[in-house]
């Protein structure tokens, strides 16, 4: 089993920047992908970006803006965001998976943080 807690959520004007945190416990870290979905109000949980031990990916509406980063000492991924748009308003997840098969599918992901809002107005 593996608990994660994200932080760092709020609200910030378009332009600004928000860095989200999640502390992963229960396994390995090193043997996780890590992943930032994204679900806004009255829409579909979407992938954000997801990281292994080699690679990075990301979803197209956000390459440029925003960068996915582990911190291994303190079992932590994060998520930088900068340049930020309204529609980027949505509740944040953090997930984990070890099948690193499929990097933006949600369901491969076992394990959920509580989600962290992100607010961004115009």
């Known amino acids: 089993q593996v608990a994660l807690v994200e932080s760092g959520g709020g609200s910030v004007q378009a332009g600004g920047s928000l860095r989200l945190s999640c502390a992963a416990s229960?396994?390995?870290?090193?043997?996780?992908?890590m992943g930032w979905f994204r679900q806004a109000p009255g829409k579909e949980r979407e992938f954000v970006a997801s990281?292994?031990?080699?690679?990075?990916y990301y979803a197209d509406s956000v390459k440029g803006r925003i960068t996915i980063s582990r911190e291994y000492a303190k079992n932590t991924v994060y998520l930088q965001m900068n340049s930020l748009k309204p529609e980027d308003t949505a509740v944040y997840y953090c997930?984990?998976?070890?099948?690193?098969?499929?990097?933006?599918?949600?369901?491969?992901?076992?394990?959920w943080g509580q989600g962290t809002q992100v607010t961004v107005s115009s």
């Open positions: 997930a984990a998976t070890t099948d690193w098969t499929l990097p933006k599918a949600s369901a491969r992901y076992p394990y």
């Open positions: 229960g396994r390995t870290f090193s043997s996780l992908m």
């Open positions: 990281v292994t031990r080699i690679n990075t």
